[in-house]
């Protein structure tokens, strides 16, 4: 079937360090792979989109590329603030309207 | 406005008894979804409502029930609520086409003793 996987649970991290966050999806229909981040006490929001495999989607500085090859998915940035601590899940969509989530991880930066 | 609203945010319930939790949307999305997350796992999708038309995932079609009296509301029920009902239930709503960004609202957190 169709999944999401997603091996890091925790990261932390200082500001201004490096941030990269992996997951590896499976499907066998031509996928949309986004990322949603859910802050403390909110819903889930969708931070990036990317429709087609090797493009780079961006957002909020931010960047996310999926590899066909490798079925792979994943989330950089290049200097992170306290404010970026969160959750963040990898999601598959296959074209309808219903999402697979992963199970997310909770990224922790410290001043 | 694209704020999804859930109520009640908690909910405490005592096993065996019915459950009702609710959402509603102003953004005329003409489709609105329940998950379900627990703890250290993915946000599971319960079912959809496409207009008036439900979808319920082949897992859970006997657990949960949904209505949709309008556009903007939709509820989720439980008949008989089981100690392995405690999570965390999450609406979102999104517009016409595959794909589409899905809103959510901040959840509502079940407990069932």
């Known amino acids: 079937g169709n999944s999401v996987t997603q091996m890091q649970g925790q990261v932390t991290l200082s500001e201004e360090e490096f941030l990269f966050i992996n997951c590896t999806y499976s499907?066998?229909?031509?996928?949309?792979l986004f990322w949603y981040v859910q802050y403390p006490g909110e819903g889930p929001q969708l931070l990036l989109k990317?429709?087609?495999?090797?493009n780079k989607g961006s957002s909020r500085g931010f960047e996310a590329t999926y590899d066909k090859g490798t079925t792979s998915f994943h989330l950089q940035k290049a200097s992170v603030q306290e404010s970026d601590s969160a959750v963040y899940y990898c999601?598959?969509?296959?074209?309808?309207?219903?999402?697979?989530f992963g199970t997310g991880t909770t990224v922790s930066v410290s001043p | 406005d694209t704020t999804v609203k859930q109520n009640p945010r908690y909910k405490l319930a005592r096993v065996g008894k019915p459950v009702n939790l609710i959402c509603s949307q102003t953004?005329?999305?003409?489709?609105m979804y329940w998950y379900q997350k627990k703890p250290n796992q993915a946000p599971k999708l319960l079912l959809f409502?496409?207009?008036?038309?439900?979808?319920r995932e082949a897992d859970t079609f006997e657990k949960f029930q949904s209505s949709r009296p309008n556009n903007s509301f939709c509820s989720l029920y439980i008949g008989s609520a089981g100690l392995e009902y405690s999570a965390m239930y999450l609406c979102?709503?999104?517009?016409?086409?595959?794909?589409?960004?899905?809103?959510f609202g901040p959840g509502t957190r079940l407990t069932v003793l």
């Open positions: 979102a709503s999104s517009s016409p086409g595959g794909n589409a960004e899905q809103f």
């Open positions: 499907t066998t229909g031509y996928p949309t």
């Open positions: 990317v429709t087609t495999a090797n």
């Open positions: 999601v598959l969509g296959e074209g309808g309207r219903a999402l697979i």
């Open positions: 953004m005329n999305h003409d489709t």
């Open positions: 409502y496409y207009d008036k038309i439900l979808n």
